[in-house]
Structures are given as structure tokens and as C-alpha cells.
Nanobody, 121 residues
Framework: QVQLVESGGGLVQPGGSLRLSCAAS????????MGWYRQVPGKERQLVAVIPSGGTPNYADSVKGRFTISRDNAKNTVYLQMNSLKPEDTAVYYC???????????????WGQGTLVTVSS
């Protein structure tokens, strides 16, 4: 069974930095896209950044120039480097991957359990 395990969340002051990690474990043949989303209570989950396999990352306008998404295909891991954090970045961050177990399987979607990022003085 494939699982995503996130780490790196926590409390940080405005202007500070955090790095989130999300590692996939289990039987995986390939991962097409890796991404990060975030959600605050009472609101829908929103895209933060996504990085396709061999493609150009895309970012939400609100994080452009401050956040950087990267991936390590050998480790089936996606990272989110968050700099110049603002209180409005406070949310639960979820990683997301589209993967397939074998060459013959269709792509499926999987989510991490979420990690809380709190930006506050």
C-alpha cells in the first residue's frame, strides 16, 4: 500500500522559513505530478504549488517568489521551501501525488495526512 508521510511543519515567526518534506513509500512505478495544497478551517483546500515530472513548477500567485517546490525522484519525495512566511500562510499543508504502481496501471491520486504550519509572533 502506498503512503505519503509529511514532515517539517511547525511554528515560525513572520519572515521566517520552513521546509516541508513528503515521502512516498510502497510499491510505486512512477509519479507523474507532486504537489502541495493548503487548507484553513472553513475554506476549501487550495493549490500552493505543483511540479510535474520533467516539467516546470506552477505556483499560486500568493506564494510566487517566496516558496519553491522541488522533487527527488530517486527518493519519491517532494519538498516545499517556504521563505518570507506571513501570518496568512498559516494552514494545514497537504502533499499530493499522481502515481502508478506498475507500467500497466492507471494513475491514481494519493494525499498526505497534513502538517500544520503556524506563522505567528
Amino acid at each position: 500500500q502506498v503512503q505519503l508521510v509529511e514532515s517539517g511543519g511547525g511554528l515560525v515567526q513572520p519572515g521566517g522559513s520552513l521546509r516541508l518534506s513528503c515521502a512516498a513509500s510502497g510499491s510505486i512505478f512512477s509519479i507523474r505530478t507532486m504537489g502541495w495544497y493548503r487548507q484553513v478551517p472553513g475554506k476549501e483546500r487550495q493549490l500552493v504549488a505543483v511540479i510535474p515530472s520533467g516539467g516546470t513548477p506552477n505556483y499560486a500567485d500568493s506564494v510566487k517568489g517566496r516558496f519553491t517546490i522541488s522533487r527527488d525522484n530517486a527518493k519519491n519525495t517532494v519538498y516545499l521551501q517556504m521563505n518570507s512566511l506571513k501570518p496568512e500562510d498559516t494552514a494545514v499543508y497537504y502533499c499530493n501525488m499522481y502515481y502508478r504502481r506498475t507500467y500497466y496501471d492507471p494513475y491514481g491520486e494519493i494525499w498526505g495526512q497534513g502538517t500544520l504550519v503556524t506563522v505567528s509572533s
